[in-house]
Nanobody, 124 residues
Framework: VQLQASGGGLVQAGGSLRLSCAAS????????VGWFRQAPGKEREFVAA????????NYADSVKGRFTISRDNAKNTVYLQMNSLKPEDTALYYC??????????????????WGQGTQVTVSS
């Protein structure tokens, strides 16, 4: 599975962005997907995950109530809607998937297929 993340950009604090993760291959529809982010000088951290069906989601405490993960399997795409953005959300955002992952997966090692990152910058 190949993943392509997009939708990043520069936004003011309090603003919104929607990231997209487009995948090749029909098997993507059967896989859970996670979003992670990495700020300069920091380790990559879990943001959100969604089950293959979209019925189950999981969020990091730092984004709960502000970010929403969703998917459209007909389009082979997973989304991350980010609202009420804060400067501390600034990072390179990655999507990832794995045939053995589920919505409760949160470690970077749980996911073997990664897209390239898309930069999100939130100004104060």
């Amino acid at each position: 599975v190949q993943l392509q993340a997009s939708g990043g950009g520069l936004v003011q604090a309090g603003g919104s962005l929607r990231l997209s993760c487009a995948a090749s291959g029909r098997t993507f529809r059967s896989y859970a997907v996670g979003w992670f982010r990495q700020a300069p000088g920091k380790e990559r951290e879990f943001v959100a995950a969604i089950s293959w069906s979209g019925d189950t989601t999981n969020y990091a405490d730092s984004v709960k109530g502000r970010f929403t993960i969703s998917r459209d399997n007909a389009k082979n795409t997973v989304y991350l809607q980010m609202n009420s953005l804060k400067p501390e959300d600034t990072a390179l955002y990655y999507c990832a998937t794995d045939s053995l992952a589920d919505a409760s997966s949160w470690r970077t090692t749980d996911f073997r297929s990664w897209g390239q990152g898309t930069q999100v910058t939130v100004s104060s």
